[in-house]
């Protein structure tokens, strides 16, 4: 007979009212409840991890190429990529989809309030399926949409984050007049198209989704010209090496490539502080249960 099987028979033989009985019970459920504390903690700091980052990519993308004179304000400088320089991009190793981008602030204006805005241009090759996960229902109208894009002409409409509809009471399919204050003070009218609420206060509190026609226009670019490229990965490789690949294969010397994670350092600083947390808590459980145990034993060893 296996000798454990024999000596747990042996001790369960002695079930008489023994004290150490609810001790053990007790120690029983303490174990399972800080192994329990321990799965949980760790499935909701990395599940939050996890989220965050999916939103921030589905914002920024993975990678952004931009001109070496970006000076990282909102507005973003004029910069051209040939169909050959892209297709080069796209057929990198570890590149999922590219899409052009700009970027310029203005002041979003209604009779009672002003609100300064970032807006976001973007053209025919953007993504919208992070936008259309995240659109609203407001207050008095159904869920929002995305715009179409129009060949000739920009289209005369912007997608608003709910925050900031809330805060200038604006809905869905109300005119609103945006003022670019340039070397003379500029105004655009837009209808709203759709609202959206992504969850990360950086990005709803500052932009505002519209053509990249208006913003190239504003500018005075060539149709060519856009304010840089955002990169979608496939994760399968590290983005700083996809982002190295880039800069020394595929870029001029006029463009580089940076990953979101340096391009956001404090959001993704802030995410890598949760480990510190899970790590207190692990201990902190693992302590109660091993102390928990030792002094189980010693109940049933002094006993016996």
């Known amino acids: 007979m296996n000798l454990s099987i ?9 079930k008489e009212a023994s004290f150490s009985r609810l001790i053990i019970r007790i120690a ?37 190429v931009a001109s070496y004179a970006e000076n990282r304000s909102y507005e973003t400088e004029a910069i051209t990529i040939n169909d050959t320089l892209l297709a080069k991009i796209r057929a990198t190793k570890g590149v999922n989809h590219v899409q052009a981008f700009a970027s310029k602030p203005g002041i979003l204006k ?11 241009g973007v053209s025919t090759d ?33 997608i608003l984050s709910e925050y900031t ?3 200038m009471n604006l809905h869905c399919n109300e005119p609103c007049w945006i003022y670019f204050i340039d070397q003379q003070p500029r105004v655009r ?12 206060e950086e990005f709803d509190k500052t932009y505002a989704i519209v053509d990249l026609k208006h913003i190239q226009k504003l500018n005075a670019w060539k149709a060519t010209e856009v304010g840089g490229y955002e990169i979608y990965t496939n994760h ?69």
């Open 236 to 304: 399968q490789m590290p983005d700083s090496v996809v982002a190295a690949e880039l800069n020394t294969n595929s870029l001029p010397e006029n463009l580089y490539a940076i990953p979101l994670i340096d391009l956001k350092p404090q959001i993704f600083d802030w995410l890598d502080l949760q480990n510190t947390n899970e790590t207190v808590i692990l201990v902190v459980m693992s302590v109660v249960a091993i102390i928990n145990i030792i002094a189980t034993l010693l109940i049933l060893i002094l006993e016996r």
């Open 126 to 158: 953007y993504d919208f399926t992070f936008i259309r996960q995240h659109l609203t229902d407001s207050a008095f109208t159904t869920k929002g949409r995305v715009f179409s894009f129009n060949d000739t002409i920009a289209a005369p409409e912007i």
């Open 110 to 120: 209604t009779k009672d309030a002003l609100e300064g805005l970032v807006l976001k």
């Open 165 to 167: 509809a809330n805060r």
């Open 189 to 200: 009218k837009f209808k709203i198209a759709g609202l959206y609420k992504t969850g990360l």
């Open 6 to 14: 024999f000596i747990a028979r042996r001790l369960q033989q002695q």
């Open 28 to 64: 029983i459920l303490a174990i399972g409840l800080s192994v329990a504390v321990m799965i949980i903690a760790t499935a909701l700091i990395t599940g939050f991890q996890e989220q965050v980052k999916a939103k921030m990519y589905g914002i920024w993308g993975s990678i952004q």
